[in-house]
C-alpha cells in the first residue's frame, strides 16, 4: 500500500516522524510526500529551504518527496488541499491520503465536507457572507444550521483541511482513500504546549537563534538544518524583507491588488488605503485584518504582492512534478510507475525545456520565489538556487 501525505515541514519535527511512523503502521509499504516549496500557507517564506527540509524528511521515513509548488503552496485550504491532491493522483500509485486530525473520526469528517456542497448550505454561506461574516465563520455557521456535530469539525485547522482533502479527492475523481491519525502534541500555533512542540514554537526557538541550547530542538535531530545556519542560509526571517516589501506595495495601485489570488468584495480597497497609511507590513496586515478578512488572507495576499503573483495563477492545477528527494524504495516507486505519471517529472533543469509553456511558466515562478527568499537568509544567497539544486538520494 502507498500513502501520501501533503505537508508542509516547516521545519520538520517529531510530530510529523510521529505521523509517518503511524502511516507505516497501518499497512503503508511506501510513503509519498507533497511537500510545499519555498513558500507556505501562513504567507511568508519557510524557514529553511525546500531540499533541506525534505531530507529531514527522508531521514525519518518518508521514501519520496515532491514539490508542491508557489502559489498553491500559499494559498487557501481548498487550493492547498485541491493542488496537492492532484499532484499524489497524477502519481497513479498512491492508495490513501494520510493525514492528522484533531477528532481523527474519519466519518464525521466525510459529513462535514458532504454538507460543504449542500445547496441549503451554500445559500446560507453567501447570505453570511453577504453581511459581512469571514468565509471560515460563514461556512462553520451554515453548516450548523444543519448538523452541529459535524460543524464542529470545522473549528479547528487539521480537521477543516482534512475535510477539504475529502472534498479534493471527491471533486478531482482521485483514486485515494482519506485516512485521518489522531494528531498529538502542541495544537496548532500553540507555545509551550505538552507533548511534540509545534512547527511554530520551532520556528520561535530558531528566529531567536536558540538551537543549540534548546532541548526541544535537539530532540528533533536535524542536522541539515544546522548545517543551513553554520552556513547562513538559514533561518530564513521575513523581517530581512520588510523594506522591499513596503517598496513593492506602495508601487501598487488599486487594479493590481485587484489582481492579487484570494480577493474579492472590496478587499482591494481595504489593503490599497492601508498600505497608503501605515508605516510596516505589520501594521498594514493590522489595519486591513478583521471580522471579513482573517489575518491569514490579508497576510497571503501581501505575500503574493511581494512574489509579483497574481490570480492567472490559480486559474490551472500543477502542472509539473518537481522530485526533491528520494530513498532507494522510493527510487523503485518511480521506476513502478513511470509509465503511469499523469505529469512530466522535473529532475534536472533539462527536463525543463521539454515542458508545455504553462507548466514551464509554474516552474519560473517558484525559481522566482526561491531568489526572493534568497534574500531572507541571514547572509544574502545569488539567484538561481531553484535551477542549481539536485534531487537528493538518500
Known sequence: MVAGIIAEYNPFHRGHAWHIAQTRAVGATHVVVVMSGCTVQRGEFAIAQ?????????????????????????????????????LLDSLGCVDILSFGSES??????????????????????????GEGEAFARARQGAVAELDPQAAAVLRTPNDTLGVEYINAIKHLGAKIEPFAIKR?????DEIG??????????????????MGDNKLCEAVGINWLQEEISNGRAPVDMQCLETAWLLRL?????ADFAALPDISEGMEHLLYRAVREKNSVQE??????????????VRRAL???????????????????????????????????????????????????????????????????????????????????EQRRRVFAL
Not at 506602495?250 to 488599486?254: P, Y
Not at 498594514?284 to 471579513?292: D, P, S, V
Open 193 to 210: 504546549g505538552e507533548g511534540f512542540a509545534n512547527a511554530s514554537e520551532l520556528r520561535k526557538i530558531l528566529l531567536k537563534g536558540e
Open 284 to 297: 498594514i496586515l493590522q489595519a486591513a485584518t478583521g471580522k471579513r478578512y482573517p489575518a491569514a488572507r
Open 184 to 188: 498529538v502534541g502542541a495544537a496548532h
Open 50 to 86: 525546500t531540499h533541506v527540509r525534505a531530507r529531514m524528511a527522508l531521514e525519518n521515513g518518508a521514501d519520496l518527496v515532491i514539490l508542491l509548488p508557489t502559489p498553491w503552496s500559499c494559498a487557501r485550504a481548498q487550493d492547498f488541499a485541491r493542488a496537492g491532491v492532484h
Open 250 to 254: 506602495r508601487a501598487m495601485q488599486l
Open 303 to 385: 505575500f503574493h504582492a511581494l512574489l509579483g503573483e497574481t490570480i492567472e495563477g490559480l486559474t490551472s492545477l500543477p502542472r509539473f512534478t518537481r522530485i526533491i528527494g528520494h530513498t532507494k524504495k522510493g527510487r523503485e516507486l518511480l521506476h513502478l510507475t513511470k509509465v503511469n505519471m499523469a505529469l512530466p517529472i522535473i529532475s534536472r533543469m533539462a527536463d525543463v525545456a521539454k515542458m508545455l509553456p504553462e507548466a514551464q511558466l509554474q516552474f519560473a515562478h517558484e525559481c522566482r520565489a526561491a531568489d526572493i527568499m534568497a534574500l531572507a537568509m541571514p547572509q544574502v544567497q545569488p539567484c538561481g538556487m
Open 104 to 129: 481523527a473520526d474519519l466519518a464525521l469528517l466525510q459529513r462535514a465536507a458532504a454538507l460543504i456542497g449542500d445547496e441549503r448550505v451554500v445559500l446560507s454561506l453567501r447570505k453570511r457572507v
